[in-house]
């Protein structure tokens, strides 16, 4: 089993930033890659950024060239650095991790997000 706690959510003025952690405990090793996705009143989750336990990472075209993430395998945490932050940008985000050996998911509470005009 795999437990996630994310943290670094609140309320920001627009063009402001934010930086976003997710701390894993559990069965760690098993851990490949990890993510962050959103989730908007109304809307589907969706895809923010994932990065690999090799480092390799990936954007939403949303987000692109404004976030960041990061992961410390020391510390078994997943960070996102997001910055000019649009009121679009709020939601409440989620952390995902993958878990290869038992070809499933598992998902933090979330946090809000929420970026006032």
């Known amino acids: 089993q795999v437990q996630l706690v994310e943290s670094g959510g609140g309320l920001v003025q627009a063009g402001g930033s934010l930086r976003l952690s997710c701390a894993a405990s559990?069965?760690?090793?098993?851990?490949?890659?990890m993510g962050w996705y959103r989730q908007a009143p109304g809307k589907q989750r969706e895809l923010v950024a994932t990065i690999t336990s090799g480092g390799t990472t990936y954007y939403a075209d949303s987000v692109r060239g404004r976030s960041t993430i990061s992961r410390d395998n020391a510390k078994n945490t997943v960070f996102l650095q997001m910055n000019s932050l649009k009121p679009e940008d709020t939601a409440v985000y989620y952390c995902?991790?993958?878990?290869?050996?038992?070809?499933?998911?598992?998902w933090g509470q979330g946090t809000q997000v929420t970026v006032s005009s």
């Open positions: 995902k991790a993958y878990v290869p050996l038992l070809s499933r998911d598992y």
């Open positions: 559990g069965t760690i090793f098993s851990i490949d890659a």
